[in-house]
Nanobody, 117 residues
Framework: QVQLVESGGGLVQPGGSLTLSCAASGSMFSIYVMGWYRQAPGKQREFVARITSSGITMYEDSVKGRFVISRDNAKNTVYLQMNSLKPEDMAVYYC???????????WGRGIQVTVSS
């Protein structure tokens, strides 16, 4: 069982930056593929970024070049650095952990990111 707790959300002006953190409990964090998803009002949850245990990253097209996902296995934490934020980035952001080779997937409760002037 893995518990995920997001932090770092809040209000930011367009063009600003914000870094989200996701702290994971439980063992074997380093083997999990960690990801970030988001859900805007009235829309489905969508993929944002993910990072494998070996550090390979993948991004949704609209955030490429603006967002950076990283992980610190010693701290059981994954980060999402968000730069040049746009109003369309406003959503609830969810942390996700998937154990490769198994159906085990875990979600955090989500954290609000508001982009507004």
């Amino acid at each position: 069982q893995v518990q995920l707790v997001e932090s770092g959300g809040g209000l930011v002006q367009p063009g600003g930056s914000l870094t989200l953190s996701c702290a994971a409990s439980g063992s074997m964090f380093s083997i999990y593929v960690m990801g970030w998803y988001r859900q805007a009002p009235g829309k489905q949850r969508e993929f944002v970024a993910r990072i494998t245990s070996s550090g390979i990253t993948m991004y949704e097209d609209s955030v490429k070049g603006r967002f950076v996902i990283s992980r610190d296995n010693a701290k059981n934490t994954v980060y999402l650095q968000m730069n040049s934020l746009k109003p369309e980035d406003m959503a609830v952001y969810y942390c996700n952990a998937a154990r490769p080779g198994t159906p085990s997937v875990y979600w955090g409760r989500g954290i609000q990111v508001t982009v507004s002037s």
